[in-house]
């Protein structure tokens, strides 16, 4: 068991996790800035990005550049200089560090070391998506960015597919509709979904409906900005039941894929899969044709 010492006792220096804004520069906490202000140095994924914040608040204190292409030989020497005591601040480009940033080698170096860690409440595009959702707020999955492979998107959607709590993913504009035809054919086309775009910024922005309509949505639009995906939790049973069943544990176009290979038609084996799993056949069909393209 670990216990964190009381700053009264401590002979090191103190590792921060300042969290900065996700859009609206508002939502900075006095907490932060204050820190920010007064620990003896910030890591910071981009030291350019974060100047910017920096000038805004009037912060002079020094960066040091802290990112997942340095982060191996850069937290050997952040430990040492906070067991030399100097306070340092951790800050990602937006939110809380450490959730889908970096982050946690370095908190968990630091717990390593007997260096205290020090979490300041702020912004989450995640959180601040689903409280206005609509959707269940609780319990919940936070899953943040999924694969970017389709059979591994795939793969990681029908394991989730089994889970009953809201789940919570972020997605880049150029990836938001492949994702939601892969949300749409794993979890079902009626499946609940809320996208929350540009959260904190002028054109913040909530679509809500379906994974079928929203996918009609980004396939009829100009698809702009970050987007947080909150998608409605399902019955908490798998797609298929019946355990003597050997496409069970299979995604849907790895069973389509298995049929195939069986010997049967591509058109009646994606109709078997679509019938079984309640899912869009033509969608289905497509998403089959373009891995097999690919």
């Known amino acids: 068991m670990q216990v964190q010492k009381s700053f009264s006792k401590q002979t090191t220096g103190t590792l921060f ?10 939502d900075m906490t ?4 204050e820190t920010l202000k007064t620990v003896d140095l910030i890591a910071a994924e981009d030291t350019r990005h974060t100047a910017q914040l920096l000038n805004q608040f009037s912060i002079a204190t020094k960066q040091i550049s802290f990112h997942e292409h340095n982060k191996e030989t850069r937290i050997p020497e952040l430990v040492e200089r906070l067991l030399e005591g100097i306070d340092l601040a951790q800050v990602s480009d937006a939110g809380m560090p450490s959730i889908s940033d970096p982050g946690h080698e370095l908190v968990q170096a630091a717990l390593d070391a007997d260096i205290p860690v020090v979490p300041i409440p702020g912004a989450s595009a995640g959180i601040t998506a689903l409280i206005a959702s609509g959707l269940a707020p609780q319990p919940f999955l936070f899953y943040g960015f999924l694969q970017r492979k389709p059979k591994e998107q795939q793969a990681e959607l029908t394991q989730l597919a089994q889970h009953s709590e809201t789940m919570i993913f972020y997605e880049a504009p150029h990836r938001l509709a492949k994702t939601l035809a892969n949300i749409s054919q794993v ?3 009626n499946r609940r979904v809320v996208l929350a775009r540009e959260l904190t910024k002028r054109y913040e922005e909530f679509l809500r409906g379906t994974a079928d309509e929203l996918l009609t949505w980004t396939q009829e639009n100009q698809v702009r900005g970050e987007f947080v995906i909150v998608v409605e939790g399902g019955s908490g049973v798998p797609l298929i039941e019946e355990e003597s069943d050997p496409l069970a544990g299979l995604s849907n176009l790895e069973a389509v ?6 010997g049967k038609k591509t058109t009646a084996a994606v109709k078997e899969i679509a019938k079984k799993r309640e899912l869009d056949r033509q969608a289905l ?7 097999n393209e690919g």
């Open 257 to 262: 894929d298995a049929l195939v290979k069986q």
């Open 17 to 26: 996790l300042v969290p900065t804004p996700i859009g609206n520069l508002g």
């Open 187 to 189: 979890l079902g086309p």
């Open 30 to 33: 006095q907490r932060s800035i």
């Open 285 to 291: 069909y497509l998403a089959y044709q373009e891995q």
